[in-house]
């Protein structure tokens, strides 16, 4: 089995940075599809950023452009999404997750094509 452990939210200010990390036991993070998701209060989950190993980084929102990065320590077996330039709406419960058994052809953009997700770790903006 794999586990998922976020770590690294906390309450920041406006155009601050953060680095959350996403601890991976089982086997290496780079069998699966991983991805961030963010919900915040009252909203529906959404993707943040999404990467295929074997293939490419994908920013699935817009505002992840040129902001947000994936990334991973083969040594650590940790995945990362570092956060630039925060602002306040991107304030949410982020969450790592994972596709096991990924189709390296392939994206994984939707909630509901992953199946092991961490705890969460709260992301706070403030203005």
């Known amino acids: 089995q794999v586990q998922l452990v976020e770590s690294g939210g906390g309450l920041v200010q406006a155009g601050d940075s953060l680095r959350l990390s996403c601890a991976v036991s089982g086997r290496a993070f780079s069998d699966y599809a991983m991805g961030w998701f963010r919900q915040a209060p009252g909203k529906e989950r959404e993707i943040v950023v999404a990467i295929n190993w074997r293939g490419g980084i994908r920013d699935s929102v817009d505002s992840a452009k040129g902001r947000f990065t994936i990334s991973g320590d083969n040594a650590k077996n940790t995945v990362y999404l570092e956060m630039n330039s925060l602002k306040s709406e991107d304030t949410a419960v982020y969450y790592c997750?994972?596709?096991?058994?990924?189709?390296?052809?392939?994206?994984?953009?939707?909630?509901?094509?992953?199946?092991?997700w961490g705890q969460g770790t709260q992301v706070t903006v403030s203005s």
């Open positions: 997750a994972a596709r096991r058994t990924p189709d390296y052809s392939k994206t994984y953009y939707s909630q509901y094509e992953y199946d092991t």
